[in-house]
């Protein structure tokens, strides 16, 4: 099979955001274009073309030339119309998807609930709770915030507490190792990291920063977090009987805070990351990308 050259994707790339971001919300700025996303996705244009006629009667809409108005403005962008029907394109996709995750609509909050682990720095039991679209997850004595993450109000639909934290969990985990192999969570575009001092966060002297370069998406951590999907980090865990995937990543210090992390240099910056599993230890070098330099095993 032929792969398409570094020229098509660029075109196709071009030809993808072609439409100032202004103009992209005016045109969801209607009811009816939105319930034509909503009725789409229900009728499957997410896996197969769908005729206009059954896209038609799954709107609340007596004129159909109305209907093929605001059909026709959300074409092209949002939805692709071909022989066989009409299918989403990927932004079209992206906004019913929020649109039911409750990004738009919802203002939930939770009050305080247990949340595993302990605080890294006065081994107090840790709590969580939601508002604005962030879960955060704290220490009950301290006050100490460990994590606190953007959560789809959708997120919490159904789900028990222990539920929430576990999707919360594969959430921030899942978002953090594409950033820290240099694909968006948000957009896929190209992520730039950097590793540096300047840092106002409690509990972090060193800050991780990714930074999106098509959508200036911005995710900051420790440096621990970034190392979730690392194979050596993942092996030394599985060796031991810890399963990384599952295991909420919070509790361990290493992934929220400086505990584990030593300066090995400052100018260009090196850090030696320290993690600790049943009695052994492994070392991991990494310089201001966060590219590992050098593993130290046990």
Known sequence: MSQPAE?????????????APAEAF??????????ILQALLDAGGDDAPVAFSDLYARVDIDDSAHFNYHLKKLTDHFVRK??????????GRKVVRAVFAGTFTDHAELDPFPAPGSCYDCEGDLQAWYAAEHLTIECVDCGRSHLSYSFPPGGLEDRTPEELLDAFHHHVRHHYCLAADGVCPECMGKMETTLGRDCELPGLELRVDHVCTRCR???YSAVGVNLLDNADVLTFHANRGVDLSTRPFWTFDWCVSDERT??????PIRVRL???????????TLDETLTVLDVERP
């Open 26 to 35: 005016a045109l969801l700025g209607n009811d009816t274009r939105i319930e």
């Open 274 to 284: 320290d993690i600790p599993c049943a009695g052994d230890t492994l070392s991991v």
């Open 217 to 219: 998406n911005h995710l």
């Open 262 to 267: 030593t300066v090995l240099a400052e100018d």
């Open 82 to 91: 071909t022989e066989e029907g009409y299918r989403f394109q990927y932004p």
């Open 7 to 19: 020229s098509d994707i660029q075109e196709a790339a071009t030809e993808q955001s072609s439409i």
